[in-house]
């Protein structure tokens, strides 16, 4: 089982970033997902998170309006569009899988947002 995050980097504020998960080892399609982001010296909150089928996206007040969760099914990768960038976004951002009981983490991509 594998998901690995890319399409972090550094980036001013305003800015935009395009986060990539490529899965698998699993059947994708069964399995809810969410970006997590942990900035240091914080817990790992939840940024957004989207449905097996792709629907009923939901998102953290604090990102609300400026990011954008999606998911392919066929090429089993979920994205986070991120607009309008601010320093306080800056964390690593993880991709995290669940179904039932069972549940996956990437190892990560750090996204730093500085002028």
């Known amino acids: 089982v594998q998901l690995v995050e890319s399409g972090g980097g550094l980036v001013q504020p305003g800015g935009s970033l395009r986060l990539s998960c490529a899965a698998s080892?699993?059947?994708?399609?069964?399995?809810?997902m969410s970006w997590y982001r942990q900035a240091p010296g914080k817990e790992r909150e939840l940024v957004a998170a989207?449905?097996?089928?792709?629907?009923?996206?939901n998102y953290a007040d604090s990102v609300k309006g400026r990011f954008t969760i999606s998911r392919d099914n066929v090429k089993n990768t979920v994205y986070l569009q991120m607009n309008s960038l601010k320093p306080e976004d800056t964390a690593v951002y993880y991709c995290?899988?669940?179904?039932?009981?069972?549940?996956?983490w990437g190892q990560g991509t750090q996204v730093s947002v500085s002028s």
């Open positions: 989207v449905s097996s089928g792709g629907g009923s996206p």
């Open positions: 995290h899988a669940v179904w039932l009981e069972t549940d996956y």
């Open positions: 080892g699993f059947t994708f399609r069964w399995y809810a």
